[in-house]
């Protein structure tokens, strides 16, 4: 049991002992930096058990626990707030916490992220959506859930069809290889291409006295990428062996970004494969009369009951929509994995798909449907405004991390922080900082909110930012190596000074910010965290001596204590995806 658990299970004994309330559940929190003491316990709603005034109950409560527990020193009363001063020596306890908190409690977590569109490249919008999933699953995984990590690849459907027909019209047959291109970004291009033509057509017909909407659905190229995608659907040859060769252009360029970006999956889903399961589940909902038809032969399900709208299902061409391939991906990971939630890592627009969603998995006889909850999270943006696929205007993941590791390269070379480095371990150096930063900037933002992304910022070796955690831990690993291989014991009687104290409190809170991430879903729990762990231990080394303290015990102490905080960092930093260099 964790420091604070330990003395919230004494208060709990302490308020039955005095009041005779069993069971209590008592909710501490760290005291305010502008009174003394460690953690605060707020009596107010005992004064109705007490029949007494704020400050005499604190007091009560105070002198019990002073007088029976082993790990209160001391307390001090504001108003009705008990300030609790824990003693040394259960501090020092915080040296012996076992690295991993939690053993594993059986529950299983499904985590889907990434879901990427196999019509472009992975942009700085996927890079949010991948980290997040890929850190609040070991996040997860920390906390003690066994956790599946799964992708969902949106493989069919009219824009991958736009991307086909464009580069039927206008490709040459250009390939990966011919254009030197990965095949990502060859059929990212096309889609491009596919809207810059598109866009000139609905003009000309606009000139010819078409409103907008005429237009848009009257325009050629349209109506081509519709006929070719129930051309796909009936199982065209011709059809699905192009869909076939431009998506396995696009995986090969996507497994290197993943590669690039240090995350992977358990399995992956392909909604090719789970949209005929989606169009059988709606065919049967419509068979039991939870869904109707309309006149043109589309399928809808009305949940204006509910405070939505009708909702689409089936196009009058058969063909099906999104929503009805989540049905089925659904379905289909229900009878994969019997677990308690499945998590949805999707961006904040996605929120009432993720609702409806939900209603029609229930409407149709789903009980799991309530066990879907969508981490929504905040869009990217640059400097210079919102991204466009379609336009071609987004930033490319690739191009992006490429950028980082150069930065991070010029900045190192700069500081004259590798002169003795081979360059092959220099190199790495420069990834494992790069990726670093990039990634922490983006982790300790809320992921519920909107992010401003500024490369410049994310790389700077003072400040909130991973190579500054990164350094930290390097230096620790630098005072460690300097140390005598044995390091003897100490008593527990030492006087902490408060760079000490603070430290071993920090170290003592692992197990919480781990709960409190996972009940959240937020890295950002973890990357406040490890950032205020780091500036604690630079506060530390700078104020105390180490290396040269004359005093065997102190020394010890405080090498004792580095080796902990520099545990710390790194466990911290692999739960948001970050290495941490033994050197720099």
Not at 165 to 189: C, I, R
């Amino acid at each position: 049991m964790d420091i604070k658990n330990s003395l919230i299970a004494e208060i709990n004994s302490a308020v039955n002992n005095l009041y005779q309330v069993d069971p209590y559940h008592a909710v501490v929190e760290k005291t305010n930096k502008d009174f003394r003491g460690d953690y605060t316990f707020v009596v107010f709603p005992l004064l109705k058990m007490s029949k007494k005034k704020p400050e005499e109950t604190a007091t009560e409560i105070g002198e019990y626990l002073k007088s029976n527990s082993s790990i209160v020193e001391g307390f001090n009363i504001v108003k009705g707030f008990l300030n609790i001063e824990l003693t040394p020596s259960s501090w020092f306890h915080a040296l012996e916490l076992p690295d991993v908190p939690y053993t594993s409690n059986g529950v299983t977590k499904v985590v889907e992220y990434s879901s990427p569109n196999t019509n472009k490249p992975l942009h700085l919008g996927h890079i949010r959506n991948i980290l997040l999933g890929y850190s609040v699953s070991m996040i997860l995984k920390e906390a003690g859930f066994d956790v599946a990590m799964v992708n969902l690849v949106n493989d069919r459907g009219i824009h991958i069809c736009k991307s086909m027909l464009a580069w039927e019209l206008y490709g040459n047959n250009e390939t990966p290889a011919s254009s030197g291109l990965k095949g990502d970004h060859l059929v990212g291009k096309y889609y491009v291409e596919f809207d810059k033509a598109y866009k000139k057509e609905i003009a000309e017909l606009k000139a010819q006295g078409l409103s907008e909407e005429e237009a848009e659905k009257n325009a050629p190229l349209i109506k081509q990428a519709q006929e070719m995608l129930r051309k796909w659907e009936s199982g065209d040859k011709h059809v699905i062996g192009l869909w076939r060769k431009m998506n396995g252009w696009v995986y090969e360029g996507f497994d290197k970004t993943y590669q690039s970006l240090g995350v992977s999956f358990d399995k992956t889903y392909y909604e090719s494969d789970t949209y005929l399961l989606g169009k059988a589940i709606v065919e049967e909902g419509l068979s039991k009369g939870v869904l109707f038809k309309k006149d043109d032969n589309s399928v809808w399900i009305d949940l204006t009951s509910d405070g939505l709208d009708q909702k689409l299902l089936l196009r009058g061409d058969g063909t099906s929509v999104y929503i009805t391939q989540d049905i089925g991906t659904a379905t289909l990971r229900f009878n994969d994995y019997k677990a308690e939630s499945y998590v949805y890592v999707v961006g904040n627009e996605q929120e009432y798909h993720f609702k409806v969603l939900k209603l029609i998995l229930t409407r149709l006889g789903y009980a799991q449907g309530e066990k879907i909850y969508h981490l929504s999270y905040g869009m990217v943006e640059l400097p210079e405004g919102k991204m466009k696929s379609r336009e071609g205007t987004v930033v490319d993941a690739d191009d992006l991390i490429s950028e980082m590791q150069s930065t991070a390269e010029s900045l190192t070379r700069e500081l004259g922080k590798i002169e003795d480095f081979e360059t092959s371990e220099a190199n790495e150096l420069f990834t494992t900082i790069g990726m670093g930063a990039l990634k922490f900037y983006i982790l300790k933002v809320d992921p519920r909110k909107k992010m401003l992304f500024n490369p410049k910022e994310s790389i700077d070796f003072n400040g909130n930012t991973g190579p500054f955690i990164q350094y930290t831990y390097a230096r620790i690993k630098s005072v460690l190596r300097k140390a005598d291989s044995n390091n003897a014991g100490f008593s527990g009687t030492i006087e902490l000074k408060e760079s000490e104290k603070e430290l071993l409190k920090l170290i003592a809170e692992y197990p919480e910010v781990i709960r409190e991430a996972a009940a959240g879903f937020s890295p950002a729990n973890v990357a406040n965290y490890v950032y205020e762990l780091a500036k604690a231990y630079n506060q530390f080394y700078h104020d105390i001596t180490i290396l040269k303290e004359e005093n065997t015990e102190l020394r010890n102490f405080r090498l004792k204590l580095s080796e902990k905080v520099a545990s710390r960092l790194k466990r911290s930093m692999m739960l948001l995806g970050i290495s941490v260099p033994e050197r720099m």
